[in-house]
């Protein structure tokens, strides 16, 4: 039986213009997953001070109460703070959380303000503000949003020493700053913090700061807010701040009724490789060892190759004028992912709604890559799509007498200097990436449907004589299967 507080969250999902829910960057928790991000706390004993920034109508709060006044706690008391910018869900807060309130055991500020703005000012000091005690748990499903480098919100945060580029990275990394040694922060994320450089910071302010206990994935990107139709893949994070590492528990679930719930715990190593200097942060799905780790010769970066990887450089709506339906006097192939099928490349494409031909110019000439063969990677797959990497090879001969080639923007472009590689590598390097190793490591840290050049990069590779080798084989092969690409994969030394 739902409750009042689920059965208010879903009058107001399906009242709430999708406008207003961009404009907060913010989407009410579902009560089971408020549940099960409740449960995740160690239970304790004394005094509870619960933080709840971007408290919603109280979803999270009143579930971590709910298990205390069921027994799952011992605290003596509880107080809550809770942090709510929206005026007209602040009524539905103080509704939600008054329900508790009835032992002389339990109390509740809420704060209508910002609670950047509200924190920052407590930690630096500020002898205007009012200072916030030291929390022993926080409980946050944090607004999703970017925040724009010269805004006042990423100043203050720079006042306090925290370099982010999402709201949601902000409130935890405030959480655990506002929180005392041993305290606990839960908190329902998307993954994208995991990996990219854009995230580094934040990672290194949360691994300098707070031991990470646990880890739930959602395997489905549109399950956990299906209410508001959100398309983004969630983790729910457990920290101790100050807490030594040790194992990581990692559990996952298909979708937030957890009824294929599966839990596993991993040494640290297994999350945080040791040396991984980006701090990637991996969430392993299943005991069984990554694929990438059990090939000692899998260890070369792009760099140790002599190989590069970048965004395809032509992107189309700023060069209209030169794009052509097809190809004709003065022009040369324009690639989409969509010339792309499988192993092969067919350019042109009649079928494509998309131009086959750019011109040749001195407007687009900077844009344009020599002739030669190319490793492709798609940027974007399918939000349920079955591979997240998509490689193919480029080939010359495909495009006749074609002195130059266009690369889309949707595509990723492995080249040397930005000229073509040997036929060899550049099909060797396809093969490995089209191996389900590769595609199940990356997706353990990659929590989007978009392959950057900047994660590409960041990916170790066999060395290059053994890529060599790889696409050698496989240029005498012809059509290969899955299976007959992670054979080949595994008769490397």
């Known amino acids: 039986m739902l409750s009042a507080v689920e059965h208010k969250r879903l009058q107001l999902s399906r009242c709430t213009e999708a406008r207003k829910k961009s404009q907060f960057g913010q989407f009410l928790t579902p009560e089971r997953t408020a549940t099960f991000m409740a449960s995740l706390f160690p239970d304790e004993q004394g005094t ?11 979803s999270l709060s009143a579930a971590f109460l709910e298990r205390w006044r069921q027994g799952g706690f011992h605290f003596q008391r509880v107080e809550v703070d809770a942090f709510e910018l929206d005026h007209a869900l602040i009524g539905h807060l103080s509704q939600t959380l008054d329900k508790y309130d009835y032992k002389g055991d339990f109390c509740r500020h809420i704060y209508e303000e910002d609670f950047i703005h509200a924190a920052v000012e407590s930690l630096s000091g500020n002898l205007f503000s009012k200072p916030l005690e030291p929390y022993t748990h926080a409980i946050l499903n944090p607004p999703y949003k970017k925040i724009n480098s010269h805004s006042a919100h990423r100043l203050a945060l720079r006042d306090v020493g925290i370099e982010t580029v999402n709201l949601y990275s902000a409130f935890v990394a405030l959480a655990v700053a ?40 959602f395997k489905s990107r549109s399950q956990a807010f299906k ?28 979708d937030d009724t957890f009824a294929d719930l599966a839990t596993h715990e991993h040494p640290f190593e297994r999350i945080l490789f040791p040396d991984d200097l980006a701090r990637f942060i991996h969430v392993p799905t299943s005991p069984e060892i990554d694929g990438i780790e059990q090939f000692p010769a899998i260890r070369a970066t792009l760099s140790d190759l002599g190989i590069n990887v970048s965004t395809g ?38 079928g494509l709604k998309k131009p086959n031909a750019i011109d040749c110019n001195a407007d687009t000439e900077k844009w344009l890559y020599p002739r030669g063969c190319y490793c492709v990677v798609r ?52 093969l490995f990436l089209n191996t389900t190793v590769v595609d199940e490591h990356f997706r353990r840290f990659n929590g989007h449907t978009q ?35 992670d054979a080949k994969l595994g008769s490397l030394a």
Request: net charge positive; with cysteine.
């Open 48 to 58: 509870c001070r619960l933080l709840d920034p971007g408290a919603g109508i109280g």
């Open 313 to 350: 450089p032509v992107v189309d709506f700023r060069l209209r004028a030169h794009l052509r339906r097809m190809p004709g006097p003065g022009t040369v192939p324009l690639l989409y992912p969509g010339h792309f099928v499988g192993q092969k490349t067919a350019w042109p494409n009649e």
């Open 178 to 217: 506002l929180t005392s040694p041993g305290g606990h922060i839960v908190a329902i994320i998307p993954r994208s913090f995991c990996n990219g450089p854009y995230y580094r910071p934040f990672r290194d302010y949360i691994l300098e700061r707070a031991a990470i206990r646990h880890l739930h994935l």
């Open 227 to 254: 209410d508001d139709q959100v398309l983004q893949e969630n983790l729910i994070l457990r920290l101790e701040r100050a807490g030594h590492q040790g194992p990581v528990r990692v559990s996952t679930s298909t």
């Open 379 to 430: 940027r974007f797959s399918s939000k349920e799509e079955k591979r997240r990497i998509v490689a193919s090879v480029v080939e010359p001969e495909a495009f006749g007498t074609a002195s130059r080639l266009g690369f889309e923007n949707h595509l990723n472009v492995f080249h040397e200097g930005r000229r073509g590689l040997p036929v060899p590598l550049a099909h060797g390097l396809a």
């Open 451 to 485: 392959v950057n050049a900047t994660d590409l990069k960041l990916m170790k590779y066999p060395h290059r004589d053994a890529l060599i080798q790889l696409g050698t084989w496989a240029m005498q092969q012809g059509m290969l299967s899955q299976d007959q690409i």
